[in-house]
């Protein structure tokens, strides 16, 4: 079992940055590929970015590429989300899951959630 809990959301003007934490506890977070997904409201959640083990492979979701970094620091079981030139779209709630094995994309592949942080980006 893994637990997962995000921090670093909140309101911030367009164009403006925020951090997104993501700790886990449980299993060693060094066996996990870990994802962000986000879910808009209305919308379904969606895959935002993802970073395997080791880090050697990073993933994004085409609208945030150039804004949004991923990265992870396994010996503070922590993975990050950079969120730079945020925009209104961006406003969501962001979730971080972990990944055993199967597709970075696909929300039913993921084994363990967070309970999600919320992000607003004002116009």
């Known amino acids: 079992q893994v637990q997962l809990v995000e921090s670093g959301g909140g309101l911030v003007q367009a164009g403006g940055s925020l951090r997104l934490s993501c700790t886990a506890s449980?299993?060693?977070?060094?066996?996990?590929?870990m994802g962000w997904f986000r879910r808009a409201p209305g919308k379904e959640r969606e895959f935002v970015a993802a970073i395997s083990w080791t880090g050697g492979f990073i993933y994004y979701e085409d609208s945030v590429k150039g804004r949004f970094t991923i990265s992870r620091d396994n010996a503070r079981n922590t993975v990050y989300l950079q969120m730079n030139s945020l925009k209104p779209e961006d406003t969501a709630v962001y979730y971080c899951a972990a990944l055993t094995a199967g597709s970075y994309y696909r929300v039913s592949d993921y084994d363990y959630w967070g309970q999600g942080t919320q992000v607003t980006v004002s116009s």
């Open positions: 449980g299993r060693p977070f060094s066996r996990y590929n």
